[in-house]
């Protein structure tokens, strides 16, 4: 089973002005073929489907505990597009009513590469990619064979960060949301792709680090990477469970060490999950009919609820 927690696995900068073009350009992330759906959906299944976990424990653990990390990422860059395409929060946004709605309010909706983001689902995200394209099953391989899986998941990992480093580069220092979570991304990213490459190590005794660069994207040269790696963040695996999935030390620590490219410090297995930061809270916009046209008796109620609650 999985466990909720109302907060992100790190903060995001609000944005500096509505770009739902750069929300679209984040969505790869998302829904894309290397996007954090195909990564959970991988993850995902191959957990449940996994034989012999009893006996096979440390590789079970690891494939079970990104899964919940990756259920994160999904959350993260959701989060990200909507800030994107939502912009920064108006005060007072949420009262009032949708006035005129007759004047076309959202003209430059019509515009965006990915008008469905405003038409369909109010700027929120959907797990489709940058050009709308529906996220789909097919991208989800679980052979049941334990190296061909962990092959498949490396590919996976060192494909999704090629994928980020893309989407970072075309966004501008004006989107400091979606450029925060390619940072972040491109540094967990690189714990799950070595992660995977030792536990192939583990098993077939073949080093990938000298087969192929593991993953060969220098993080000291992302400035929004920088936080994360002098805290340590690339060489930390979390179990993201109260006390399951401890099995992974076996594979993650033993003296080795970080990615080459990465700051040095000896692997890091964490129990539990991440501190995390605050999910923002998106300003409501009645003409646009969210959360409705006009919402002063739901707040009343939804106030009422809460004090009654306490």
């Not at 007759?102 to 797990?127: C, L, Q, W």
């Not at 040095?264 to 009645?286: A, S």
Request: glycine letters at 10%; proline letters at 6%; a negative charge.
């Amino acid at each position: 089973m999985f466990l909720r927690v109302d907060k992100l696995q790190v903060e995001l900068p609000a944005p500096k002005r509505q770009d739902p073009n750069a929300g679209a350009a984040l969505q790869e992330l998302l829904g894309g073929k290397y996007g954090e759906m195909s990564t959970l959906g991988n993850y995902m299944f191959q957990s449940f489907n996994f034989r012999s976990k009893s006996k096979l424990r440390p590789f079970y653990s690891l494939v079970a505990a990104i899964t919940a990390e990756e259920l994160g990422h999904v959350e993260l860059v959701s989060n990200g597009v909507a800030m994107l395409n939502n912009g920064p929060d108006v005060p007072g946004g949420d009262e009032g009513f949708g006035g005129d709605i007759s004047n076309a309010p959202f003209e430059a909706m019509k515009d965006i590469r990915s008008a469905a983001s405003f038409y369909s689902h109010a700027g929120g995200a959907v797990p489709v990619n940058s050009n709308s394209m529906s996220w789909n099953a097919d991208m989800v391989t679980t052979t049941g064979n334990v190296i061909v899986d962990l092959l498949h998941n490396f590919h996976l990992e060192c494909g999704a960060r090629l994928h980020k480093l893309r989407v970072y580069e075309s966004l501008t220092d004006a989107n400091i949301t979606g450029r925060e979570v390619c940072g972040y991304l491109l540094v967990r990213g690189s714990v799950h792709a070595h992660a995977y490459a030792l536990a192939l190590k583990k098993i077939t005794g073949v080093e990938l680090e000298k087969f192929l660069p593991t993953p060969n994207i220098p993080l000291g040269n992302i400035p929004e990477c920088q936080k994360y790696l002098a805290e340590g963040s690339h060489r930390r695996l979390y179990t993201f469970s109260p006390k399951d999935y401890e099995e992974m030390r076996g594979i993650w620590g033993g003296g080795e060490m970080a990615l080459p490219d990465d700051p040095p410090g000896e692997l890091e297995v964490v129990d539990g999950l991440p501190d995390g930061g605050k999910i923002h809270d998106l300003t409501g916009v009645p003409s646009a009919f969210t959360p409705d046209y006009a919402p002063e008796e739901m707040f009343e109620i939804a106030s009422k609820l809460y004090q009654k609650s306490r």
